[in-house]
């Protein structure tokens, strides 16, 4: 996997001091930007949720339950910045998993986007072009790690 520099592990620290210890309320920040960016993942959720709209996904609790989800692995990445290839064959097998479930690869740059704008919400003038890159720098090698998974379950089937 790559490495983050040190500047880059201090940034990610530093800003998921409060945000970790909040992980539901920005999580739920996080995709409701997400099902703005894409409204059709929602469909993803439907066998589970059987919820139509936005505001009755966002509370019901197999919902929540993915955001906890989605939340919990970013806090692992954190605590594991200076040994992120412990998380490989988690994440590796949490790609095959999104695979099987029908998630794109292309969507997973989508979160990365969502977890972008709620990290700009939630520090306002903390948001900062290096830390902006910093966490772009971590969510790459969780995506990419999770796309290596996929692309792995994925062999001869189309993206
Ligand atoms: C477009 C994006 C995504 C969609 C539509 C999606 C959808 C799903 C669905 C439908 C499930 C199965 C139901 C459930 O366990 O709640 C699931 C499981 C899960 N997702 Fe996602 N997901 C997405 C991205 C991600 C990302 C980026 C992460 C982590 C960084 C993640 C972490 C997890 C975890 C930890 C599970 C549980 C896996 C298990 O049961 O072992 N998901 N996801």
């Not at 409204?39 to 709209?53: D, E, I, M, Q, R």
Request: proline share 3%; glycine share 6%; charged share 20%.
């Amino acid at each position: 996997m790559e490495k983050l520099s040190g500047k880059d592990k201090e940034l990610i620290r530093d800003s998921w001091e409060s945000l970790g210890k909040n992980k539901v309320p920005h999580g739920i920040v996080m995709f409701t930007r997400l099902f703005e960016l894409d409204p059709a993942l929602l469909s993803l959720f439907n066998y589970k949720t059987n919820c139509g709209v936005v505001p009755e996904c966002l509370s019901s609790p197999e919902f929540l339950e993915h955001v906890t989800k989605v939340m919990l692995v970013i806090d692992a990445a954190v605590n594991h910045l200076d040994d992120l290839d412990s998380l490989e064959d988690f994440l590796l097998n949490l790609g095959r998993k999104h695979q099987a479930i029908g998630v794109k690869t292309q969507s997973f740059a989508v979160v990365g986007e969502a977890l972008l704008y709620m990290l700009q919400c939630s520090l306002g003038t903390g948001y900062t072009a290096a830390l902006r890159q910093a966490w772009l720098n971590l969510y790459a090698i969780v995506a990419a790690a999770m796309t290596r998974g996929w692309a792995k379950n994925g062999e001869h089937k189309s993206n």
